[in-house]
Each structure stands twice: as structure tokens, then as C-alpha cells.
């Protein structure tokens, strides 16, 4: 098992390396950093603005592989992945936005986990009945909701709330309060401001994985060996659960540890709308700033989590599987 997940970690480490680096080439030829000096007042010269990019090794008119190389030089002996066009490091940035965007991806990836299943095997075993019918039309409306309009609903909902209340129940926008201070007083502060983003992200994401429970448990049902289980004593919710339920879930595992780097940097409109300043908001912003360095670490960031969820995706199969052996 150690030998395979050392291969695999090998292999991701070099398929990681050179996404990056040729994320890095591509950014260099097609953004332009020094947009962000050229309305400045007073004007700056050509010569004024290299002069300041040269500064975050992001001057033009040198060599593209010195700069490179330069790049790659801090990246290996400081793990400093380089500044923004005007000066802001990469690394405070992302360390913290990683945080932040930790605390939305993990709770509703665990919550759309948990109840899609559930309801995945809830309305398999009811196929066609009322509760089928009802939560399959519920996941389908779910699944086909803008996450724009999701989170507008719950903020909408939201201060209906606190105005019936008469006070800030559940806060609308940001990650925590400004004035509070002290370790449970902040970690209270986030975890009340985390509820309306995390419901949004979990109405969105949790159809996914029910509708594909459902269809791959009603596909396992009446297999041979389900019916061999029930022949031997079992009732049918044990049969299912002990037996169809293990078989079923493993596509559902799969597409969990695959669906890790987006939610990280796909919650875009999520986070704008609930004024969170996590990974999605760095992604679109390091494009519209012209941000080479920031767009180059936010793509390996998402290649670590790709290579992340693919080896956590083997692992699972292994475990829930036990056909498959490592080799």
C-alpha cells in the first residue's frame, strides 16, 4: 500500500510541476501587468512602469526564462511564489483565502454528503412511491437552481428573520464580527457567519449526489447477489444497506474527491454575494488584476487538490471495494 501511494504521489508531483509551469508561460503571454499602472495619475512613462514591475520580477522587457527562473528559484528554496503586479505577496494571500474558503467547502461538502445519500437510499427504496416522487421533483429544482439565486433567497430569508426578531440572528455578509476578540468569541463569530453560506452551497451540491445514489442503488437492487443476501435471511433494508448500498456508493465516492478543487475555487458567486474573500473571489481577482503570479498559484493549488482527490478516491475504492487490490 505505502509503495503504491508513493508511485502515485510521485507521478501527481511531476504532473503538478509542469501544469504549473505551463500555466506560468501562458500567464506571462497573455496577461499584462502593467495595466495596472497605466491609469495612474500623473501618467507613468514605459520606462517608470518596468521599472516598478521589475521590482515583483515582472518586467517585460527581461527574458521571459530569467524570470522564470528566478520564479522557480524562490519557489524551491523559500516557497515564495512572488508578489502581484503592485506589490501584495501571493503567499499571504492564498494562506489565507485557503482558510476561509476551508470553512464554507468542508462543512457543505460534508452536508450534501450526508443528506444526498441518505435520500439516495431513502427514495431508492421507495422507487415510485410518494416520498420518491416528491424528493426527486425537490433535488431536480435544487439541481437547476442558479447559485446566485440561492444565496439571494437565504440572504433574503435571512432578514426577514432579523427584522421579525428585532436583532441580527443569523449575520448576512463577511466571515466574522469586527469587534469581537478573543479565541470563542471569534471562533462563535464564524461559525454564525458560516450558517447562510453553507446552506446555500448545500441546497446547490446535494441533488448531485442524491440523483446518482438513487440511480445507481435502484440499478444494484435487484442484482443476483442482493437477492442471494435476501435469500439467505436478510430482510431488504439490511440487504441493501450490507450489500447494494457498499457496491453503489463507490462512483458517488469518486466524484466527492473530484469535486474538491472546484468547490475550493468554484463558490465564486457564492462568496460575492455573502462578502466572503476565499479562494473563487482570488481566482477571478488575480485575472482582472493581471496577476500572474496569483493566477499560477491558484492553478497548482487546484492541481495539488486534483492529485488530493484522486489518491483519496483510490483509497476509498480499495476500502469499499474488496475485488480491487493494490498493486
Known amino acids: 500500500m505505502l509503495r503504491y501511494i508513493a508511485r502515485k504521489l510521485v507521478g501527481w508531483f511531476l504532473m503538478i510541476a509542469i501544469a504549473t509551469n505551463l500555466t506560468y508561460f501562458l500567464a506571462n503571454a497573455f496577461l499584462k501587468p502593467a495595466s495596472n499602472y497605466t491609469a495612474l495619475r500623473p501618467p507613468r512613462t514605459p520606462a517608470q512602469i518596468n521599472h516598478s514591475l521589475a521590482l515583483y520580477n515582472l518586467n517585460p522587457d527581461k527574458p521571459i526564462l530569467d524570470r522564470w527562473w528566478h520564479w522557480m528559484s524562490q519557489i524551491v528554496t523559500h516557497f515564495d511564489w512572488g508578489q502581484s503586479p503592485t506589490g501584495g505577496s501571493v503567499n499571504d494571500q492564498v494562506a489565507y483565502r485557503i482558510f476561509v474558503s476551508g470553512q464554507l467547502v468542508l462543512g457543505s461538502t460534508v452536508l450534501s454528503i450526508v443528506i444526498g445519500v441518505g435520500l439516495g437510499v431513502y427514495t431508492a427504496s421507495r422507487q415510485y412511491k410518494a ?3 416528491v ?9 437547476n437552481t442558479p447559485s446566485a439565486v440561492a444565496s439571494l433567497a437565504v440572504v433574503l430569508a435571512a432578514i426577514a428573520l432579523n427584522q421579525a426578531l428585532g436583532s441580527t440572528l443569523l449575520p448576512v455578509a463577511g466571515a466574522q464580527s469586527p469587534e469581537v476578540v478573543g479565541f470563542w468569541a471569534v471562533f462563535g463569530s464564524r461559525a454564525t457567519h458560516a450558517i447562510l453560506p453553507t446552506i446555500s452551497l448545500t441546497f446547490i451540491s446535494y441533488a448531485a449526489y442524491h440523483l446518482l445514489q438513487r440511480s445507481l442503488l435502484l440499478d444494484h437492487i435487484n442484482s443476483d447477489y442482493v437477492r442471494t443476501a435476501r435469500a439467505k435471511g ?14 453503489s456508493i463507490i462512483p458517488v465516492a469518486t466524484q466527492v474527491a473530484f469535486a474538491m478543487p472546484a468547490l475550493f475555487t468554484g463558490a465564486v458567486i457564492t462568496e460575492t454575494v455573502f462578502a466572503w474573500h476565499g479562494m473563487g473571489e ?3 481577482k488575480t485575472i482582472s488584476t493581471n496577476d500572474v503570479h496569483g493566477v499560477v498559484a491558484v492553478a497548482a493549488f487546484g ?4 492529485a488530493i482527490g484522486a489518491i483519496l478516491a483510490d483509497l476509498v ?3 469499499l ?3 480491487i487490490r493494490v498493486s
Open 303 to 306: 492541481a495539488l487538490m486534483t
Open 282 to 284: 482570488y481566482f477571478t
Open 234 to 247: 436478510l430482510t431488504r433494508k439490511q440487504a441493501i444497506y450490507r450489500h447494494g448500498l457498499r457496491t
Open 321 to 323: 471495494d474488496p475485488r
Open 317 to 319: 475504492i480499495v476500502a
Open 131 to 133: 416520498a420518491d416522487r
Open 135 to 143: 424528493w426527486q421533483g425537490l433535488s431536480v429544482l435544487s439541481f
